[in-house]
């Protein structure tokens, strides 16, 4: 009965290649979230999806392609894995109005 | 641009301490306000949400204060044990239209309770 889940949990991959993260939240939130947290464990918002659709786009290499199936679900693809992309990154989701974050677990991504 | 700064980035207190966590924002046009604990190699947890309209919450030994006036929230974490050994985050969510949704976090502070 996890809020927030993602997985995998560790990803460990070699540069060039392309992957993917899942994740899927049953608190019945409308908008879902990506945050990365760099070496340094500072965390920073890259994408957010209101009811599928996208509403916060940082400043994210366009290698990075999140997907929001359903308001449920949003996952992130990630082209041509470069070693700088090594870091945590945690899947969150809100209320529109209101209420707090709930965040996922996180998955560690070591490019090698 | 919201910045959000939490001092000091580490503390240790011996056990039985009260602990004192400090943040402040730059811009007060804010819509709530976010304490998150993350212990090492784990998610983020949730520990107490102030809204904007509010100045303080409380649950347990933890309680938060936001004076938003002056950019400030601070999180007092009463008899700590080593238990709360964890890094404390502060993150903000602004009223801004470009922002909107967005939670700016502070760098954590760090804190370790001895026995």
């Known amino acids: 009965d996890t809020a927030v889940s993602q997985t995998p949990k560790y990803l460990v991959t070699q540069m060039g290649n392309d992957k993917s993260i899942k994740c899927e939240q049953n608190?019945?939130?409308?908008?879902m979230y990506w945050y990365k947290q760099d070496s340094k464990k500072f965390l920073k918002i890259m994408f957010s999806?209101?009811?599928?659709?996208?509403?916060i786009n940082e400043t994210v290499p366009n290698r990075f392609s999140p997907k929001s199936p359903d308001k449920a679900h949003l996952n992130l693809h990630i082209n041509s894995l470069e070693l700088g992309d090594s870091a945590v990154y945690f899947c969150?989701?809100?209320?529109?109005?209101?209420?707090?974050?709930?965040f996922g677990s996180g998955t560690r991504l070591t490019v090698v | 641009k919201q910045e959000v700064t939490q001092i000091p980035a580490a503390l240790s207190v011996p056990e039985g301490e009260n602990l004192v966590l400090n943040c402040s924002f730059t811009?007060?046009?804010?819509?709530?306000l976010q304490w998150f604990r993350q212990d090492p190699g784990k998610g983020l947890t949730s520990l107490l949400l102030?809204?904007?309209?509010?100045r303080e919450q409380t649950s347990g030994r933890l309680n938060a204060s936001l004076d938003k006036s002056s950019g400030r929230s601070t999180l007092y974490i009463a008899a700590s044990q080593p238990g709360d050994s964890a890094t404390y985050l502060c993150?903000?969510?602004?009223?801004?239209?470009?922002?909107?949704?967005?939670?700016?976090f502070g760098a954590g502070t760090q804190v370790v309770v001895t026995p």
């Open positions: 969150a989701s809100s209320q529109t109005t209101g209420y707090g974050y709930t």
């Open positions: 608190l019945g939130h409308d908008t």
């Open positions: 999806y209101n009811n599928k659709e996208l509403i």
């Open positions: 811009d007060s046009a804010i819509y709530n």
């Open positions: 102030i809204q904007s309209s509010q």
């Open positions: 993150a903000v969510r602004s009223l801004t239209t470009d922002s909107w949704g967005k939670l700016q």
